[in-house]
């Protein structure tokens, strides 16, 4: 067992826990932030397995789940805007470890990969999860600070 499927197990020990716990438990709040960030981590855990298994397809299974995740929560806030209004939950925290953690698994990787086209994908993959948790993360948190309501007419 190489250094890349020990951080893909870590990763994975830490994250699933209480991605299972509040997906399954407390209010509905809850469980959409636990959807977004359940997404990330499974992101990161199969670019860390394609490294390991030395793997390029989980890294292409990884880019779609950059895309189809926040789009995913996307699709819950907006289902579920009238309930998340009265009690937006609260996203900053979860919002920044995904995206720390996201930051220095591309960067491990692209440091692995070297340049290439490899490294332009794990690149287009950080940035899509990076960009995709804080557009999801603040769509159900209320939208962005000054921005305007939809009118409804």
């Known amino acids: 067992m190489n250094g890349w499927l020990w ?4 990763l994975l020990a830490a994250g699933l826990g209480p991605v299972v ?3 399954a438990t407390g209010p509905m709040e809850r469980r959409v932030v636990a959807q977004n960030f359940g997404t990330s981590a499974v992101t990161l855990v199969m670019l860390l397995l394609a490294q390991g298994y030395q793997r390029p397809s989980y890294i292409d299974l990884a880019l779609v789940l950059a895309v189809l995740g926040p789009v995913g929560t996307l699709v819950y ?3 579920l805007a009238d309930d998340l209004t009265s009690d937006p939950p609260h996203t900053v925290l979860l919002t920044a470890v995904a995206a720390f ?3 220095v698994v591309t960067v491990a990787m692209c440091v692995a ?3 290439g086209r ?5 690149l287009l993959i950080g940035v899509l999860l990076v960009a995709g948790n804080v ?3 603040r769509a159900m948190s ?3 600070p000054g921005g305007k309501e939809p009118s409804h007419g």
């Open 135 to 137: 557009i999801a993360s």
């Open 118 to 122: 490899a490294m332009v994908k794990l």
């Open 21 to 23: 716990w509040g997906v």
């Open 101 to 103: 953690a996201t930051s």
């Open 7 to 10: 951080a893909a197990s870590a």
């Open 77 to 79: 806030a907006r289902l």
């Open 113 to 115: 990969t070297g340049p």
């Open 142 to 144: 209320g939208g962005f």
